[in-house]
């Protein structure tokens, strides 16, 4: 294992790994690295078998200059050479939850230099994000967020976009409790080994307690609503 110590900062709150673009293959990781003063920055390392990593230096992204709050991390492969990451940050720097939303960089060298991040979805309050494809190509990212009034993040909603970029929201929540109840933290959602379905993984907090727990929750198999094609001849024997 790898201790936060020998990645440079003082503690790491959300972490995210990606297959590296090395054509020997292995991976690249990127974590919420907050360092002596405060100030939050994703770094990254990278490994050869998943096990042992070795920081890269400089920083991979930052928001407000270490000011701005981040708190969640999905590292995305857009193509052979293109990497985003999606995040949850605060939009002023001031650290205020109920300015908490969902923001993109993106990499064009394969993850190690991104662009400013830029805000995915303006109006949705979220604390954590999980980004997937769907298998008709487009983008989609789960996100927990509160209901209205409350602090507890309750709800998992999603966001589709045909670009990875630009982001609607989708109608209804994709699973919800009682904020009262529980809350969800971490998130995050993968496809599973049948092509159909989807895996999402989530750090379940029991209500009035600190007791924390992972909750699974797997897509239900497709409903059949058209058949290709849409006639067929039936011939004698």
Known sequence: STSAGSLDVSSITAASVVPS????????MYYVGIDGTGLYRVLSATSTNGLTWG???????????GQGFIGSLSGFSA?????RLYYVAD?????NPARYAVHTATSGDGGLNFGVGTLTLAAANAYAVSATTMTGGRTRIF??????????????????????????TETDARLSTSASVSGF???????????FRWRMYTDYIIG???AVFVSHALTRPPTLDSVSPARAQKGQR
């Open 21 to 28: 673009t090395d054509p020997a293959g292995g991976w690249r």
């Open 185 to 195: 933290g971490g998130l995050v959602v993968v496809r599973s080994t049948e092509s």
């Open 91 to 95: 939009q002023d720097g001031r650290n």
């Open 79 to 83: 193509s052979n050479t293109e990497r």
């Open 143 to 168: 996100y927990t967020s509160p209901l209205t009034g409350s602090t507890t993040a309750s709800q998992v909603l999603s966001a589709t976009a045909l670009d990875g970029l630009s982001f609607v």
């Open 55 to 65: 920081k890269e230096t400089g920083t991979r992204v930052m928001q407000n200059s």
């Open 208 to 210: 009035g307690t600190t």
